[in-house]
């Protein structure tokens, strides 16, 4: 007995230090892999202010995207950090936001603001700091002409805007009046409408404006009214938009309202009350996923997002989170792809090709950095509350 033992517990001594050795290059190996840097990603939002209706959504699903994609391991062991800026729907707050990801935070890439104008305002510094940028705003000047470090992912108000003129064309529709807001948005909707126009043979027999924050456009309807127009189209982002389909119905105008995607949310439908029955407009296929051919490409994406949004805040997903969906995902495909240098980041972003995202389907190339055509839009109406895709 006495040699058994002693021939077998130096056995046991060799076994024990073999294992400790092996479990020490595992610790080492698991601790290298939890040790890898974070990807830091910039994030700015119109939270406040008056395009809130846009940032909260948007900044609401990076959120939860965040927790989803660390909770599966991050992008091969590297963990995603996003800073978020709220720039209260300001351009000179964008800017100052801006200036910090670049310079302090030392993000590898910015998704956001959610406008126009706030993008816009962010083109010059992004571009002379070589960082790439992915706006969730839909302002045809953010990319025309094309800005070597800037994206979008909104659906372009030049597709929006011949997808309105194509409805007006099929129900004899040749004069319209245009209202929109006075900022780079609005700006960018009237531009598109008056050189599209013609070309549909439809032309504009008045034209408005109203500012963001503006509670009553009573004054440019009776202008409107006046004129021979056959039906309103206005260019803007929630709340003007309700204002005027409510001043609309007070007034007793029945003329055939249409609007920009830029009311693609269900803050519309809450503002506008049952002013928002009859409100026509294209907007991106997440409103009316559910009645989508099983073949779309898209749906099942959108039902996942919808379905996750709802299991996370307890309310409906909306087109504008959905356009910070398309830009984080897209910002993290390329990082899985080649890393965080920010030369290679933009340009594999470029060679982005058949990205099913909720905005559409995205294909950039070196002349095209919004992606999509308009086939990314649905016509939209608006009826017993609810959305309805244009038969």
């Not at 294992?19 to 080492?28: Q, R, S």
């Not at 800037?150 to 064309?169: G, M």
């Not at 309807?221 to 309103?232: D, E, G, P």
Request: include cysteine.
């Amino acid at each position: 007995m006495k040699r058994f033992q002693v021939s077998f517990m130096p056995a046991l001594v060799v076994l024990a230090i073999v294992a400790l050795a092996f479990a020490g290059v595992a610790l080492v190996s698991s601790t290298a892999q939890a040790q890898k840097t974070a990807y830091k990603i910039g994030a700015i939002f119109d939270v406040t202010g008056p395009a809130s209706p846009l940032g909260t959504p948007e900044q609401e699903t990076v959120k939860m995207l965040v927790k989803q994609i660390n909770a599966k391991g991050g992008i091969d062991g590297h963990p995603i950090e996003v800073i978020y800026y709220d720039n209260g729907s300001d351009e000179a707050k964008s800017v100052m936001a801006m200036k910090k990801l670049i310079e302090a935070d030392k993000v590898v890439a910015i998704i956001g603001p959610s406008q126009t104008g706030t993008t816009l305002a962010c083109a010059e510094t992004v571009q002379a700091a070589k960082v790439p940028m992915i706006s969730c705003a839909a302002g045809n000047a953010i990319n025309e002409p094309v800005k070597p470090w800037i994206f979008k992912t909104a659906q372009s108000d030049v597709h929006a805007v011949k997808k309105v003129l194509d409805y007006c064309k099929t129900k004899r529709l040749t004069r319209i009046a245009i209202i929109t807001v006075a900022n780079a948005f609005g700006d960018s909707g009237k531009k598109q409408i008056e050189v599209q126009a013609p070309g549909s043979r439809i032309s504009v027999v008045a034209r408005e404006s109203f500012g963001s924050n503006d509670t009553d456009m009573k004054a440019q309807l009776m202008r409107i009214r006046q004129s021979n127009a056959q039906a309103v189209i206005c260019w803007g982002t929630n709340p003007g938009p309700a204002i005027i389909a409510k001043n609309m119905k007070e007034l007793g105008i029945r003329l055939p309202l249409l609007m920009s995607h830029g009311i693609a949310n269900r803050k519309f439908i809450e503002l506008a009350g049952p002013a928002a029955e009859g409100v026509i407009f294209p907007a991106g296929k997440l409103l009316v996923a559910d009645t989508l051919p099983t073949n779309d490409p898209q749906k099942r994406v959108l039902q996942a997002y919808a379905s996750d949004f709802k299991k996370a805040y307890g309310k409906e997903a909306d087109t504008f989170g959905g356009h910070a969906y398309d830009a984080l995902m897209l910002v993290c495909r390329a990082l899985d792809k080649v890393g965080s240098d920010k030369t290679k980041l933009r340009a594999e972003l470029e060679k982005t090709k058949g990205f099913v995202g909720i905005s559409g389907v995205f294909s950039f190339s070196t002349k095209d950095h919004n992606g999509l055509d308009e086939d990314a839009f649905a016509m939209v109406v608006i009826k017993n509350g609810d959305w309805a895709r244009l038969k």
